[in-house]
Each structure stands twice: as C-alpha cells, then as structure tokens.
T-cell receptor
C-alpha cells in the first residue's frame, strides 16, 4: 500500500496561466476527494467522486476549477486562468465506501500564483 | 450550516505535561467525528473516528472522547514528537468532511 500520491508537490505559476494537478488514490478505494487548505486553516472541501462519477461540488468552487476521474482511478484537478487567491495547498484524499468514510490524505500540491 | 470550532488555537506544553484539546461542533446529523494530525508541509494523518456520544478511543498517548456537542483529544505525558497541528472534522450529510482550523501543539523537552 503506497498511500495517496499527488503530483507535483510544488507548482509556481504566473497569474492567468492554467495548472493541472494529479492524484493517485489508494488502489482499492472507490471514493476520491479534493480539498484546499490555506495557511492557518483546516482543509476546505472542493469536490468528490465515487468511481468515475462526480457526486458533489462545493458552492465555493468557481467555474475556473474542473476535476475529472475518467476511469475511476486517478483524478486531475485543473485551474484555469489562475488568480493570486488560488495560492494554497491542494489536498487529495481517498476512502473505501462502507468503511466508515475514513479519508486518507496525500501530501498535497502547494500552488503559488505570482 | 455545519461548523467546527477548535480551541485553543495554540498550546505549548512541557514534556510530560498532560492536557486536552477541544472540538465543538454544530451539525444537523452527525455521522462521524474525525481527528487528524498534520505535520508542516504534509497532508493530514488519520488518528481516530468516533460515531456516537460516550464513545472513546485510545492510541498511545492520545485518547479521544465524544459528547453530543463536543469532542476532546486528551494527551497524556506528551513528548516532543507529539508536536503537530491537530485537526477535528465532522461528517454530516453526504461524504465530505468539515474541518476546524486546528490546534497547534508544541511540546518542549
């Protein structure tokens, strides 16, 4: 069990550029979550998938953000036309349905928008 | 709206000085309360989950308890390696977790 893997670990971009992050969940987990965390705050829910279906999105998620999980395995999170306010740690978690919803987190991707 | 409030924001302890962290919550229907530990630059690491008032769980120097309105994380005889941010989260409707802002714990030797 290699845990949840996220790439890249760090991303520095200029305002207005598009960025994409990848998350590989624990292999047998069918649920995958994206959260965002800013300094001094707890993680904030963005969206969640069960298998390949995106079942919930936060109202805070603007239309510049899109997430996919095309084959029910890895997931990507894309941010278009980045803004300085998008600078944060983006965390991915996975869980197995029916096992108490215990979510296991990856190490995150830290995004800095200049 | 589901809310989680953690206190204190920061806590400094001497090695061996026991204390407790508080997590107060407001949810429409609690389906689980979770404690995580987070080290700087890393993702949250799962510690405990509690499902009903009166439930308790222990792991090494940590013990988590749950009432209808709050949860406590008790730390007995802490060591410097227990220094981290401790996050509390609740699951209400759906599967998302709602997190508090965390308590930063520093244990000095």
């Amino acid at each position: 069990d290699t845990g949840v893997s996220q790439n890249p670990r760090h991303k520095i971009t200029k305002r207005g550029q598009n960025v994409t992050f990848r998350c590989d969940p624990i292999s047998e987990h069918n649920r995958l979550y994206w959260y965002r965390q800013t300094l001094g705050q707890g993680p904030e829910f963005l969206t969640y998938f069960q298998n390949e279906a995106q079942l919930e999105k936060s109202r805070l998620l603007s239309d510049r953000f899109s997430a996919e999980r095309p084959k029910g395995s890895f997931s990507t999170l894309e941010i278009q036309r980045t803004e300085q306010g998008d600078s944060a740690m983006y965390l991915c978690a996975s869980s197995l349905a029916g096992w108490g919803n215990i979510q296991y987190f990856g190490a995150g991707t830290r995004l800095s928008v200049l | 709206e589901d809310q989680v409030t953690q206190s204190p924001e920061a806590l400094r302890l001497q090695e061996g000085e026991s204390s407790s962290l508080n997590c107060s919550y407001t949810v429409s229907g609690l389906r689980g309360l979770f404690w995580y530990r987070q080290d700087p630059g890393k993702g949250p690491e799962f510690l405990f989950t509690l499902y009903s008032a009166g439930e308790e769980k222990e792991k090494e120097r940590l013990k988590a308890t749950l009432t209808k309105k709050e949860s406590f994380l008790h730390i007995t005889a802490p060591k410097p390696e227990d220094s981290a941010t401790y996050l509390c989260a609740v699951q209400a409707e759906g599967n998302k977790l709602v997190f508090g802002a965390g308590t930063i714990l520093r244990v000095k030797s």
